[in-house]
């Protein structure tokens, strides 16, 4: 089977409000500070013209490269950092989506009795996921005694509980130290007894889901969106410059 992951209408309209209020803001912040840079420079530079008499034209060319430049390289820096925090929300908002899905059919399985040690391929499960899901770079599940289960990457899928001893809890320790929060996700795996047919209000904790968000993809996207705000402000800069040549 296959899933299908929407976000409303207002989600998306409410991102773009907000992405194009923050950017009319920053054009404006950028606009200002470039103006009054500008005329502090040109005050400096006219009281001493007045002074030798003549008019700094090249002096002048000099200060307007440099304000245009530099208000461009704060917009385009700024930007990439919003493109970042922006393009982060959204992932996590997607991989949290797909493990509450995937907590959601584990903690079913608890309603049938099985326990979360015996959960049969569930290892293929969680590579299926992970090959569908390229921001995805672990998903690990861990028993209530931090024991790591079931893990898959971008390289495998392992049930983790048939290696041999020690292993799997030393591959646990290098996925901690490799994550960083800001790119985990976790949630817990919660067990409702089943009594008579009833649910009971006694719910146990049996483990939880940790999925982490691949650092190597989000820098790519940075990095080409760096690359062409790059290329923009040379571009800019190499037409300013031919232009007061002229």
């Known amino acids: 089977g296959s899933g299908i992951i929407t976000f409303s209408e207002g989600q998306i309209k409410s991102l773009l409000v907000s992405v194009q209020k923050k950017s009319i803001r ?5 606009l200002a500070a470039s103006t009054l ?3 502090l420079l040109f005050s400096l530079f006219s009281i001493q013209a007045l002074g030798q008499g003549t008019f700094p034209k090249r002096k002048v060319s000099i200060i307007m490269l440099f304000v245009i430049g530099t208000a461009q390289l704060v917009f385009s820096a700024s930007n990439t950092n919003d493109f970042r925090l922006y393009y982060l929300d959204i992932n996590r908002a997607k991989i949290r989506t797909m493990t509450t899905l995937l907590k959601e059919d584990i903690e079913f399985y608890f309603t049938k009795g099985i326990r979360i040690n015996k959960l049969i391929k569930m290892e ?3 590579g299926e996921i992970i090959s569908s899901l390229p921001e995805l770079d672990h998903i690990v599940i861990i028993d209530q005694q931090n024991k790591p289960l079931y893990m898959a990457n971008k390289e495998c899928a392992v049930n983790l509980q048939i290696l041999p001893g020690g292993e799997a809890e030393q591959l646990l320790k290098e996925l901690v130290a490799e994550t960083n929060p ?4 976790r949630l817990e795996l919660m067990n409702q007894n089943n009594v ?5 209000a006694n ?3 049996e483990g939880y889901i940790s999925t982490n968000l691949s650092q190597e993809v989000i820098r790519e996207k940075l990095l080409e969106i760096g ?3 790059a ?3 040379l571009i800019s800069m190499l037409f300013f410059g031919e232009l007061l040549i002229l």
Do not use: H
Not at 26 to 30: E, N, W
């Open 26 to 30: 920053l054009i404006l912040a950028v």
């Open 37 to 39: 840079l500008l005329l």
């Open 124 to 126: 293929v499960a969680l």
């Open 182 to 185: 800001e790119y985990s996700i």
């Open 196 to 200: 008579e047919g009833f649910i009971s």
């Open 203 to 205: 719910v146990q904790k």
């Open 227 to 229: 690359l062409d705000s």
């Open 231 to 233: 290329t923009i402000l």
